[in-house]
């Protein structure tokens, strides 16, 4: 069974302040289709990462994401306060972590 | 604009059966797959399955594949989702998703366009 753990499951920063979220797969996930998305409270996902480091449309660069095979990291550089919310990661369009909560400190 | 309408709140009793509606607009429908993925409250994203809408060929999550069947209509552009022998632990906010994301990083399997959620409650 795939499994996909994020960590930490809370972060808990003061905007300014980087964030890195972790996504590590028990299998490899080839050719970079590995997905990130934002969530906020009452609202469908958002697309912010796709193929592990390309952002998506109107996404600013402050978010990046990084990593191959089984490890895989979303990083905030400078965290707005628009950006407090739950990141998931997701492998080929299907599993998706358990999700890391960034809360503001 | 690319858009979903989903289709409105159910409740329901335990074994009986739901079917959401996704409406699609603003593109062809036929030329990009077509998920779900549902939330139970306070938990994370569960993917169900998926649909060709060009083809009609599924693939579902081994969770759910003796309860679900993912339909498109594509002369009204829209994608259903049914899910029977409904238990408690099926209440969850549904979700439609366009995926087959394609951007200048290439292709992905990414989901870029969201339905607003139906909101489905399994309660006796």
């Known amino acids: 069974e795939i499994v996909l753990t994020q960590s930490p499951g809370t972060l808990s920063l003061s905007p300014g302040e980087r964030a890195t979220l972790s996504c590590r797969t028990s299998q490899s996930v080839s050719g970079g ?14 697309l912010l990462i796709y193929g592990a480091s390309s952002r998506a449309p109107g996404i ?33 369009g299907s599993l998706f972590g358990q999700g890391t909560r960034v809360e503001i400190k | 604009q690319v858009q979903f309408v989903q289709s409105g709140a159910e409740v329901k009793k335990p074994g009986a059966s739901v079917k959401v509606s996704c409406k699609a607009s603003g593109y062809t429908f036929t030329s990009y797959p077509l998920h779900w993925v549902r939330q139970a409250p306070g938990q994370s994203l569960e993917w169900m ?3 060709n809408a060009g083809s009609g060929n599924t693939k579902y ?3 759910f594949q003796a309860r679900v069947t993912i339909t498109t209509d594509t002369s ?17 906010i549904y979700y439609c998703a366009r995926g087959g994301y394609c951007g200048g990083g290439g292709c992905s399997f990414a989901m870029d366009v969201w339905g607003q959620g139906t909101t489905v409650t399994v309660s006796s």
């Open chain 1, 33 to 46: 289709y590995l997905t990130w998305y934002q969530q906020k409270p009452g609202q469908p996902p958002r």
């Open chain 1, 60 to 92: 600013p660069d402050r978010f990046s994401g990084s990593g191959s095979g089984t490890d895989f990291t979303l990083t905030i550089s400078r965290l707005e306060p628009e950006d407090f919310a739950v990141y998931y990661c997701q492998q080929y």
């Open chain 2, 49 to 51: 399955g998926w649909i």
């Open chain 2, 61 to 63: 999550s081994q969770k």
């Open chain 2, 76 to 92: 009204a552009t829209t994608a259903y989702m049914e899910l029977s022998s409904l238990r408690s632990e099926d209440t969850a």
